[in-house]
């Protein structure tokens, strides 16, 4: 009875996981949202939102005040002057904003390439519009960097090529896109004629000075980029879910067709509040605090899972680690977190489920545990890690 298109789609990885992890009571470093309140200055600006009066409908392509927030924010990162009007589109977080851009942007039979590992609800949205994925993988080094090969990823584009999908910095690997990286896929894109969708939900969780470079300023990808981002992880309210998706006119009137049919508008009283964050965040130096925060996360659960006999490969950006887990004769990425989760009380995600089948093995000897956590939260899990390893 159900439509053909549902067929492919089960249950996600990330509610396998943390259902085991709620059975089993244990501590749950698989699924990326953060375990404590937002700055009290969020919290102060939805406050203020709820009790302005903006109960109702929003402009369906965003409230104006946050539009022009964003605008005002990111021209700088752009090299341009942003339109709020014209180039800001407000989706129920960069989630929508994926779905929309993609139905937007591709026709059936269009080829859209993929890295690998990859978000997992991309190659869903890209099989919902009717397009054929194609899968680049990264390659992690000895340095524990990841690395994109530059003659996989030429193979990939053909006269078919319609998206190149690009998340920097990047989930679940932390890679931070270099700009010699960015100026390859720009030249494949102008070569052949492709768009790209850059995810950049995680830009200001970059560590060690790491620049963030936007796909979009480099010679001729204005015209052809769509880029994504949200409040949810800069303002750890994974919840509230209001991203945008900034482009020139002409591919935001393809997202804003689709969007008006999809929510229509996203919750008026959240966006003023975001509007309000955003401004705040600016005044305050809040995303240098944010990056410091997260880099004494990040070393405190790196120095954890070597602890416990794991490789962990050191994320340049967003608030994951992808461990190497061979040292413990694991073979199975998935039997490894699932008895991981029910055996010693704290929930990974295997990154296979991020990977096309042709290239799961690839990850049976990785998983992907996350930081967005207090610290309190880190050490508990840090005890069982080290009581499981000495076990051993």
Known sequence: ???????????????????????????????????????????????????????????????????????????????????PASEITVTVGATEGLFASMLALLDPGDEVILLEPFYDSYPANALIAGAVPRFVPLHPGADGRWRLDPDELRAAFSSRTKLLVLNTPHNPTGKVFTREELELCASLCL??????????????????????VRLATLPGMWER????????????????????????????????????WIPFAVATPLQAAVARALVAAAARGYY?????????????????????GLRPLVPEGAYYVIADTSALGASDDTSFCRQLTTEVGVAAIPPSAFYCEAHRPLARQLARFCFCKRPETLAAAGERLRAAALAR
Not at 14 to 30: K, P, R
Not at 240 to 247: F, L, N, R
Not at 291 to 299: L, N, V
């Open 225 to 260: 980029t769509v880029t994504l981002s949200s409040a949810g992880k800069t303002f750890s309210v994974t919840g509230w879910k209001i991203g945008w998706a900034i482009a020139s006119p002409a591919l935001s009137l393809g997202i804003r067709r689709l969007h008006q």
């Open 1 to 83: 009875m159900l439509a053909r298109r549902t067929e492919p789609f089960g249950e996600t990885i990330f509610s396998e996981i943390s259902a085991l992890a709620l059975a089993h009571g244990a501590i749950n470093l698989g699924q990326g949202f953060p375990d404590f309140a937002p700055p009290d200055f969020v919290l102060e600006a939805a406050r203020a939102s709820l009790e302005g009066g903006l109960q109702q409908y929003a402009r369906g392509a965003g409230h104006l005040p946050l539009t022009e927030a964003i605008a005002a924010e990111a021209s700088a990162s752009f090299g341009r002057s942003l339109d």
């Open 288 to 308: 240098d605090e944010l990056r410091a925060f997260y880099s004494a996360r990040r070393a405190e659960l790196v120095a954890i899972l070597r602890d416990a």
């Open 191 to 212: 070569e052949h004629d492709a768009l790209a969708l850059c995810d950049e939900v995680y830009e200001q969780l970059r560590y060690d000075g790491r620049a963030h």
